[in-house]
C-alpha cells in the first residue's frame, strides 16, 4: 500500500505477446490502471540517450494488438491517467516529450523506409510492447499510460545503442 492505495510493480518480459500476456493475468487480478515505464529507441535527431516520452498513441506494427482490434484501430493512453503523469513530471521539474511510438516486433528488421516514414510523420521512438499495452487494455476496459525513456537512437547515419549509458540509468530513476 502507498498512501493507503493497492499498488503492484511488475517487470514484463521484452516484447508484446510478454507484455500482452503478463498484463491479462493482472487485470484478472483486479488491476484497473496500468503504468507503463519502458525503453525505446529515440526517431528523433533532437532526442538523446535518457530523455524522457509521455505516450500519446502507438503506432500497431505488432502482430499481438491485431488479435485484439482490427488494424485500422488506434491505441491511445488514458488521458486522465497521461494528465497525472505529465502533472506528475511537471511538480517534480523532469524536462519530457509528448507523443507517439511505433511498436514493432521487427527487431533489426526496421527498414530505412518504415524509419523515414515515421521519423517525418514526427513519431517520437520506436519500441515492442506499448501498443500491445494499450490495445489489451482498451480491450479489457482498463487505463494504461506510458512512459518511455530513450535508450538507444536510430538515425539515417546508423544506430547509437546506448542501453548501458548513465543517462538511460538516470531517465529510469527519474
Same mark, same amino acid.
Given at each position: 500500500?502507498?498512501n493507503n492505495?493497492?499498488?503492484?510493480?511488475g517487470?514484463?518480459?521484452?516484447g508484446?505477446p510478454?507484455?500482452a500476456?503478463?498484463l491479462?493475468?493482472?487485470?484478472?487480478?483486479?488491476a484497473?490502471?496500468?503504468?507503463?515505464?519502458?525503453?525505446s529507441g529515440?526517431?528523433?535527431?533532437?532526442?538523446?540517450?535518457?530523455d524522457?516520452?509521455?505516450?500519446?498513441?502507438?503506432?500497431?506494427?505488432e502482430?499481438? #494488438?491485431h488479435?485484439?482490434?482490427p488494424?485500422?484501430?488506434?491505441?491511445?493512453?488514458s488521458?486522465?491517467?497521461?494528465?497525472?503523469?505529465?502533472k506528475?513530471?511537471?511538480?517534480?521539474?523532469?524536462?519530457?516529450?509528448?507523443?507517439?511510438?511505433? #511498436?514493432t516486433?521487427?527487431?533489426y528488421?526496421?527498414?530505412?523506409?518504415?524509419f523515414?516514414?515515421?521519423?517525418?510523420?514526427?513519431?517520437?521512438?520506436v519500441n515492442?510492447?506499448?501498443?500491445?499495452?494499450f490495445?489489451?487494455?482498451?480491450?479489457?476496459?482498463?487505463?494504461?499510460?506510458?512512459?518511455?525513456?530513450? #535508450?538507444?537512437?536510430? #538515425?539515417?547515419?546508423?544506430?547509437?545503442?546506448?542501453?548501458?549509458h548513465?543517462?538511460?540509468?538516470?531517465?529510469?530513476?527519474?
Amino acid at each position: 500500500k502507498f498512501n493507503n492505495v493497492e499498488i503492484g510493480l511488475g517487470r514484463f518480459w521484452i516484447g508484446a505477446p510478454a507484455a500482452a500476456m503478463t498484463l491479462e493475468e493482472v487485470i484478472a487480478c483486479g488491476a484497473r490502471k496500468i503504468f507503463e515505464v519502458g525503453v525505446s529507441g529515440g526517431l528523433q535527431q533532437f532526442l538523446k540517450p535518457g530523455d524522457i516520452i509521455v505516450v500519446t498513441e502507438a503506432i500497431r506494427d505488432e502482430g499481438t #494488438s491485431h488479435h485484439y482490434f482490427p488494424p485500422k484501430v488506434r491505441v491511445e493512453s488514458s488521458e486522465d491517467l497521461r494528465d497525472k503523469l505529465l502533472k506528475q513530471l511537471d511538480m517534480e521539474g523532469i524536462k519530457y516529450y509528448c507523443g507517439v511510438v511505433w #511498436s514493432t516486433d521487427g527487431v533489426y528488421k526496421e527498414t530505412r523506409g518504415k524509419f523515414l516514414e515515421f521519423k517525418r510523420a514526427g513519431v517520437l521512438a520506436v519500441n515492442m510492447e506499448t501498443s500491445a499495452i494499450f490495445a489489451v487494455s482498451k480491450y479489457r476496459g482498463v487505463k494504461a499510460a506510458s512512459v518511455q525513456v530513450v #535508450s538507444d537512437v536510430l #538515425s539515417e547515419t546508423g544506430w547509437l545503442p546506448a542501453f548501458q549509458h548513465e543517462a538511460g540509468r538516470e531517465g529510469v530513476k527519474k
